[in-house]
T-cell receptor, first 116, second 109 residues
Framework: ETGVTQTPRHLVMGMTNKKSLKCEQH?????MYWYKQSAKKPLELMFV???????ENNSVPSRFSPECPNSSHLFLHLHTLQPEDSALYLC???????????????FGEGSRLTVL | GQNIDQPTEMTATEGAIVQINCTYQ??????LFWYQQHAGEAPTFLSY??LDGLEEKGRFSSFLSRSKGYSYLLLKELQMKDSASYLC??????????WGAGTKLIIKP
């Protein structure tokens, strides 16, 4: 496989469920990101990991919990979500430091989340 | 606050030319990116401008004027496959990436 892959592509969950989104990058990059994409809104940066250390957390509710076990894998653990959390969650990677964007981002195709 | 403005939606005809504008107000500037995102797919990098002027890449060109806080993406010889959303993003003085909401481009035969 090449590029950035995300699973699952679609997820429907109730507000009391616990689920996880997975991202894997095969590009040898240093930094990985979680973004939230809602219709007609700018991309919202949620978390940034640079060399497996979290370097940014943009005031994201604690019901979202990231995990980066190594430089190729990134998870987003979800629990007790709200309907307004329904959105497309995009994972991305880059070769720069992560906290300083100096180059292009490589995105996965996203996980479409629906919270009932 | 920091802000990126681009039109929500545009329509153009196959074979024609379309210009998608992006204006920005950010604390400093360290570069401007354009990404393309087809429905249900990942955003993909199109262009990067850091100096004033026009950067041409095949049918696509991107222009930057730092003094005016303005960029545009020019698409020539439009094809149906160019129907997508186009995202403008600016890197500010702290190298943080600020995103616009995207422009949905609809191509009609």
């Amino acid at each position: 496989e090449t590029g950035v892959t995300q699973t699952p592509r679609h997820l429907v969950m109730g507000m009391t469920n616990k689920k996880s989104l997975k991202c894997e990058q095969h590009l040898g990059h240093n930094a990985m990101y979680w973004y939230k994409q809602s219709a007609k809104k700018p991309l919202e940066l949620m978390f940034v990991y640079s060399l497996e250390e979290r370097v940014e957390n943009n005031s994201v509710p604690s019901r979202f919990s990231p995990e980066c076990p190594n430089s190729s894998h990134l998870f987003l653990h979800l629990h007790t979500l709200q309907p307004e959390d329904s959105a497309l969650y995009l994972c991305a990677s880059s070769q720069d430091r992560g906290d300083r964007h100096t180059g292009e981002l490589f995105f996965g195709e996203g996980s479409r989340l629906t919270v009932l | 606050g920091q802000n990126i403005d681009q039109p929500t939606e545009m329509t153009a005809t196959e074979g024609a030319i379309v210009q998608i504008n992006c204006t920005y107000q950010t604390s400093g500037f360290n570069g401007l990116f354009w990404y393309q995102q087809h429905a249900g797919e990942a955003p993909t990098f199109l262009s990067y401008n850091v100096l004033d002027g026009l950067e041409e890449k095949g049918r696509f060109s991107s222009f930057l004027s730092r003094s005016k806080g303005y960029s545009y993406l020019l698409l020539k010889e439009l094809q149906m496959k160019d129907s997508a959303s186009y995202l403008c993003a600016v890197t500010d003085s702290n190298y943080q990436l600020i995103w616009g909401a995207g422009t949905k481009l609809i191509i009609k035969p």
